[in-house]
């Protein structure tokens, strides 16, 4: 064999060992030291999004089960980049009394979700595929049942566990299919040998169902947003972005290999799973008063605008599908962020309870309102840029009709993310939120949303870059 | 000799029955046990095809194998959180588990 090869999984190796060390430090270090766990555990995870900066070259590993290209490399450093903020956010819920003792465990299961979806993005067959997504959603589960002795945190983590293992399994069903009709596993060898049979489609329905569930497209959202909202907030982020994202790019990634000899189908499949998607959690979002239960709804509407690069399949389609959840990230994160400390300090998640913010708390107020126009698509935010493009690209293959409804849809999202900001700007309210100060780390984490979501639009070259490496149908 | 077709339809109602199971199902742990029989159902899949249709390679043992061993992880996780909420409710029955629903 040779070893050569597996310098393709640095970027892989390195989280290993990032993960190795947090594991030694959390059991060794007792005492004053360990007041240090969280700035190592960010230091760490810095040092490691920074040295995989440049994207690795194409290769392959294991006989071409593993794969790594430079978009992937691009995908896996926006990924570090999301988990490196939502580290920041973290450190306040963990350092309460009820997680402290725990908070190793936040990071180290967090870290293994990553290298799973490292796995899934990076595999060239529907094993190493389906490993990789296992790793990724049964520690997962683990982490959205983390405040064990709050009952909706358990119960979150039930529906969670239940319906992941469940949507595996029923795209397992799917790869058995269509290892029957192809004989093969193999992302290169497998298209050859689909010819669009009754039974492969069939086989694609179940695949797609499956994946449906972990990214929560319409008919199958109904787990989102009870999980969601029973979550631990910093964990609901991680799954409303990082685990999301991941998903969407690498369904992409195998329909555009693998099922590419029956495009027509997919395609007429996801144009109704799209229209539906952003429609419904649009109304439903609308009702929502619980913030948290808010954003699982405008988390499935956003997954519906993450399709429409999908469907495209398109090389522009893969470069607007990373450049919008680069900036998703940091928009989502930034609302999140902000109610991650609101919700600390006050324990309020309900959106009465905003009422009057800006009077009490304006900085963290603006940061909210900045994410939410970006969210929403408002111009000179990044958010507008991130939907042109992939409205563009979904354009570009003459899907008009679905453009048009996926921009109604829009304007129908403005008016429910303006509900907040006309709570904290303009309700009155005689008890607001007691003004407070907010710790140095979720500062620096929120600052870099904010960063995010002003410069990722208007500074070209990060589309640029993405759009020469990547590839489509 | 049995045909693969016998099996198959074994592994065909396993499926379905899991899918009825998951549904239909007011117990966590029956609920546990029909997603059970769905990931058991894929594995005698894989095993058929390989053995019938593709006698030479070995791509669908290995699966089984590797789907056999991460669906008793998927299982181990499961029951730890079940144990949980049984420890905070005294109960396991789907019915107490709406809490969230609005």
Not at chain 1, 150 to 176: C, D, Q, R, T
Not at chain 1, 427 to 440: L, Q, V, W, Y
Not at chain 2, 6 to 14: A, H, K, P
Not at chain 2, 64 to 73: H, K, M, P, R, V
Request: glycine share 8%; proline share 2%.
């Amino acid at each position: 064999m040779d070893f050569g090869n597996l310098l393709y999984l640095k970027e892989e190796i390195s989280l290993i060992l990032v993960m190795v060390l947090l594991l030694l430090f959390d059991l060794f270090c007792t005492g004053k030291i360990r007041r240090y766990f969280q700035l190592t555990a960010c230091v760490l995870m810095a040092v490691h999004t920074l040295i995989h900066l440049d994207p690795m070259p194409d290769g392959q590993a294991f006989g071409g089960m593993y794969i790594n290209s430079p978009i992937l490399s691009v995908v896996k450093t926006i990924l570090n980049v999301g988990t490196l903020i939502i580290f920041m956010q973290a450190r306040n819920w963990l350092s309460r009394e009820s997680t402290s003792i725990k908070r190793g465990e936040f990071y180290v299961l967090t870290l293994s979700t990553l290298l799973g979806m490292y796995f899934m993005i990076s595999s060239g067959n529907f094993l190493l595929f389906f490993i990789g997504l296992e790793t990724a959603s049964v520690p997962m589960a683990a982490l959205v049942a983390f405040d064990k002795y709050k009952h909706n945190s358990a119960e979150a983590g039930a529906k969670y566990i239940l319906s992941a293992v469940f949507a595996s399994g029923l795209m397992l069903y799917g790869i058995s299919l269509i290892y029957g009709t192809t004989g093969t596993l193999y992302f290169e060898d497998i298209p050859a040998g689909i010819d669009g049979c009754p039974l492969q489609i069939m086989a694609f329905v179940f695949f797609f169902a499956g994946m449906g569930f972990k990214i929560s497209l319409v008919p199958f959202h109904l787990w989102t947003a009870d999980v969601y909202e029973g979550a631990p907030t910093s964990v609901t982020s991680y799954l409303s972005v990082i685990s999301k994202g991941s998903a969407v790019f690498v369904l992409m990634m195998i329909l555009v290999k693998v099922f590419a000899p029956i495009v027509e189908q997919w395609q007429m499949m996801l144009y109704g799973l799209i229209v539906l998607t952003i429609s419904i959690a649009n109304l439903f979002a609308i009702r929502q008063q619980n913030l948290k239960r808010f954003m699982a709804f405008s988390s499935i509407s956003q997954a519906g605008y993450l399709m429409l690069g999908v469907i495209a399949g398109s090389a522009q389609g893969m470069s607007a599908l990373v450049y919008y959840v680069l900036v998703y990230l940091f928009s989502n994160l930034g609302v999140f962020g902000v109610i991650s400390i609101i919700e600390q300090r006050s324990g309020k998640v309900r959106m009465e309870d905003y009422n009057g913010l800006y009077r009490t708390n304006p900085r963290l107020s603006i940061v909210m309102m900045l994410s939410l126009f970006s969210l929403a698509g408002i111009p000179p935010f990044a958010g507008f840029f991130s939907k042109f493009f992939i409205f563009m690209s979904a354009a570009g293959e003459g899907f008009y009709l679905l453009v048009l409804l996926a921009l109604v849809n829009t304007i129908l999202s403005l008016y429910y993310y303006l509900l907040i900001v006309k709570a904290m700007f303009i309700n009155s309210n005689e008890s607001p939120i007691a003004t407070f100060r907010s710790d140095n780390y979720t500062r620096v984490s929120l600052i870099a949303c904010l960063l995010g979501v002003l410069a990722l639009g208007i500074f070209s070259m990060i589309y640029d870059r993405i759009s020469l490496l990547a590839f489509g149908l | 000799m049995i045909h693969m077709e016998y099996y198959l339809v074994v592994s065909t109602i396993m499926f379905f029955a899991g899918i009825f199971g998951f549904f239909y199902r007011r117990n966590l742990l029956a609920i546990l046990i029909s997603i059970e029989l769905i990931l058991n159902s894929v594995d005698i899949n894989f095993a058929v095809f390989n053995r019938y249709l593709f006698p030479g390679q070995l791509e669908g043992f290995f699966f089984t194998l590797f789907a056999i061993g991460i669906s008793a992880a998927e299982t181990a996780v499961a029951i730890a959180i079940i144990i949980n909420i049984y420890r905070n409710i005294r109960n396991i029955q789907v019915s107490k588990l709406d809490k969230m629903k609005h």
